[in-house]
């Protein structure tokens, strides 16, 4: 079956315009954060170090933990497309399991796509094996705006992290969602792009539609976000996975605000916020409300506490290809990446970006067990 034969169906209306239904920021004492504060995962060493706490010992987990690295992975996703398993909850509560079972990691991370709330309000979309999102009708004028409603539901998400925190316990959940510059990236690219250069030319040759399609990207991920923390998840990710591409000038105007507004919306839990090729921009990220700030693995941890500042924990960052060498090399990696991180005032051990489908999960297993033994205190 296709993925859009297998269309979902969450509840959705029309954008009424700029109002944001999710954005206002809870207050400390609502009964969320209370509830928060009795989840047998809010002492777990991952949010610790997350809210720069000491800790037992350094956290691990794999961006890509879930997925093709994992044999049972592939056995369970036989036969079903990539965005249908996204909706159905069994299958997302199974595969999120998986790694932890699998790897011993000290997070599980909420098995979907960053294009799933694009799929969610009706986008006409696929992940294409081997390619990635690829959008019917790329987006490229005001009348495309009208293609981006709010996402006021997602039933099929918090059903499956409703499950997944039953089953998980004192192990964190992880929610995450793709930043509004990534997903803009493949909604006017049509799909996958080396150089963004159709992003760009939106961006600098109509700064008002670029302000309003970032805006409506914005409510709809800050939207996805608010459904995974409200059902139950324990901290959240938002990757800019290709935000790298832009120089930090432009970034602050006109990226930051978007993402901003997103992890203001999540301040009740703690907000790891990644890119890959970001080293000109992990100040700006951190600026941008991020809790901890992930480093892909061009830019070592101690000189990455410098650019980002005080008041920040970092997560890395591992060359996700080194993984696939020798063990001795994965090990002295391993130990270099600790010692640098313990420059930061938290570190979240993973790797540079997502792990490679071709890795070897008893490989993965043995970097968690390493970094537990040299960080136990
Ligand atoms: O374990 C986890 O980290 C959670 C699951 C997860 C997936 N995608 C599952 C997935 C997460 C966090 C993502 C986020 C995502 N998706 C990002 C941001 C992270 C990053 O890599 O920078 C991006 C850019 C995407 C878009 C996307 N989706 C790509 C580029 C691909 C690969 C396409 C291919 O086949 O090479 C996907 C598909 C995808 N997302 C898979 C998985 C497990 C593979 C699909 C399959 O198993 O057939």
């Not at 706490?53 to 093709?68: D, I, L, N």
């Not at 997070?107 to 979309?125: E, Y």
């Not at 990710?237 to 000038?249: I, K, R, Y």
Request: aromatic share 6%; hydrophobic share 45%.
């Amino acid at each position: 079956m296709s993925t859009r034969d297998a269309r979902p169906s969450p509840q959705q209306r029309p954008h009424p315009g700029a109002a944001t239904p999710a954005g206002a920021e809870p207050h400390p004492h609502d009964a969320g954060a209370i509830r928060r504060r009795a989840s047998p995962a809010y002492d777990s060493v991952l949010l610790k170090a997350c809210r720069r706490e000491p800790v037992p010992h350094t956290p691990v987990w794999f961006m890509r933990q879930a997925g093709r690295a994992l044999p049972e992975y592939r056995k369970l996703r036989e036969g079903t497309a990539m965005l249908e398993s996204c909706f159905r909850p069994d299958l997302v509560t199974e595969i999120t399991l998986q790694p932890v079972r699998r790897l011993g990691v000290d997070a599980a991370i909420f098995f979907s796509d960053i294009v799933v709330p694009l799929k969610a309000v009706g986008v006409d979309l696929d992940i294409v094996p081997g390619v990635g999102p690829v959008v019917a009708a790329p987006f490229r004028t005001a009348a495309d705006l009208d293609r981006l409603p709010e996402l006021l539901a997602a039933p099929q998400i918090t059903q499956a992290v409703q499950q997944l925190i039953g089953e998980l316990g004192a192990t964190p959940l992880i929610g995450f969602a793709g930043a509004p510059f990534t997903l803009a990236s493949y909604l006017v690219e049509g799909g996958p792009s080396k150089n963004h250069a159709q992003t760009k030319a939106l961006m600098h040759g109509d700064p008002g539609l670029w302000w309003q399609l970032m805006d409506r990207l914005a409510s709809i991920t800050l939207a996805f976000l608010r459904v995974q923390v409200d059902a139950g998840a324990s901290a959240v990710q938002l990757f800019d996975s290709w935000v790298g591409a832009l120089p930090a000038a432009d970034y602050r105007t006109f990226v930051q605000p978007h993402s901003a507004r997103v992890l203001a919306g999540v301040a009740d839990v703690p907000r790891i916020h990644f890119g890959v090729g970001t080293g000109e921009l992990l100040h700006d990220m951190g600026q941008a409300g991020a809790d901890v700030v992930g480093v892909d693995w061009r830019v070592p941890l101690d000189e990455a506490v410098r650019r980002v500042g005080p008041g920040k924990a970092l997560q890395g960052n591992l060359d996700p290809t080194l993984v696939l060498g020798p063990t001795s090399v994965v090990r002295a990696q391993t130990e270099r990446i600790v010692a640098e991180g313990r420059a930061a005032e938290g570190h979240v051990f993973n790797l540079g970006h997502g792990v490679l489908p071709e890795t070897d999960p008893d490989a993965l297993a043995r970097i968690v067990d390493h970094v537990h033994e040299l960080t136990a205190r």
